[in-house]
């Protein structure tokens, strides 16, 4: 039987977030798929340490003794796993600490392509002036760097309660079909332009998002960090600098092919200005010093 592992973070047993919940995970249940609730405020999750022993491991697993850790039940309980859901509340204009904290003990899996594809969606519920959009958009970019299938999410705000919930039976059906499909068909691993084309209409839109990370806002390839870095000679290994190079050159033209509003050059061009800038910045500052490891091949690749 399909598994659609089902995590609520606020610790209101009975809250509206819990309600949003029940609504999703009812209507996953009708579907045939099982629903596995997990209490977040119930389990031991630390934060992350930046140690980088998930990285340097073989079989990429977190050195800490908590749920999410090697031995965690929580992180084994992810990889088993057809399909993903949270319910989130909205505190401080965005979402939880506990959600936040889950999510980033979540680094090792971005080392492998176990969790590429998993169906993922997320209820976020607001009560006072809201910022629900804010929070739903930060697990999109979240979902985004762990190559999840973004199924929905919706943004939840009590002025308008009753109506939402209909909308949470809609996001459950997904998801419960969606995570029985991927039992019985084998789940659709993603290649990083097929990840971007899936997500360039979502709430955290990946293109944009990236192209001004690396620009600063500027949207200039000439103002923009890789360049700077090349032009100021602040990269000394030859191999980084060669991918910073590559950097550049693909970042340049993603740049054009973002103001032409080229969608499709900019979707292919994406991975390897995310794979240059990745190899580049982990060989230069990373691979020695501070991890002491090459890049997992998984991690950002061209492909």
Not at 77 to 84: C, E, P, Q, V, Y
């Amino acid at each position: 039987m399909a598994n659609v592992l089902c995590i609520v973070t606020s610790p209101r047993k009975n809250g509206y977030t819990y309600q949003a919940f029940k609504a999703v995970t009812d209507e996953i249940e009708k579907t045939g798929a099982r629903v596995e609730e997990i209490f977040l405020a119930r389990r031991k999750i630390n934060p992350c340490v930046s140690c980088f022993h998930c990285v340097r491991d073989d079989n990429h697993l977190c050195c800490q003794d908590d749920d999410m850790g090697k031995n965690g039940e929580l992180m084994d309980k992810i990889k088993k796993a057809d399909a993903l859901f949270i319910a989130d509340p909205v505190y401080c204009w965005s979402n939880t600490a506990r959600s936040q904290t889950f999510m980033e003990r979540m680094y090792p899996l971005l080392w492998t392509t176990q969790i590429n594809g998993i169906p993922f969606g997320v209820v976020c519920c607001a009560s006072n002036q809201g910022m629900m959009h804010e929070a739903s958009r930060q697990f999109c970019k979240l979902a985004f760097t762990y190559k999840m299938a973004w199924i929905n999410g919706l943004d939840i705000h009590l002025a308008d309660f009753e109506n939402k919930l209909k909308q949470c039976k809609k996001l459950g059906k997904e998801l419960g079909e969606a995570a029985i499909d991927a039992r019985t068909n084998g789940r659709k691993k993603m290649t990083e332009a097929e990840l971007v084309k899936s997500y360039v209409g979502e709430r955290w839109n990946p293109i944009y998002g990236y192209l001004k990370n690396l620009t600063g806002g500027t949207f200039a390839w000439n103002q923009s960090l890789p360049y700077l870095a090349l032009a100021n000679e602040n990269f000394q290994k030859e191999e980084a600098k060669a991918e910073l190079e590559k950097t550049v050159n693909y970042l340049k033209e993603m740049l054009q092919a973002w103001k032409l509003k080229d969608m499709t050059a900019c979707i292919e061009l994406f991975p390897k200005v995310s794979s240059s800038w990745t190899s580049a910045t982990w060989m230069e500052f990373l691979e020695d010093s501070v991890i002491g490891t090459k890049k997992p091949k998984a991690y950002r690749a061209e492909k």
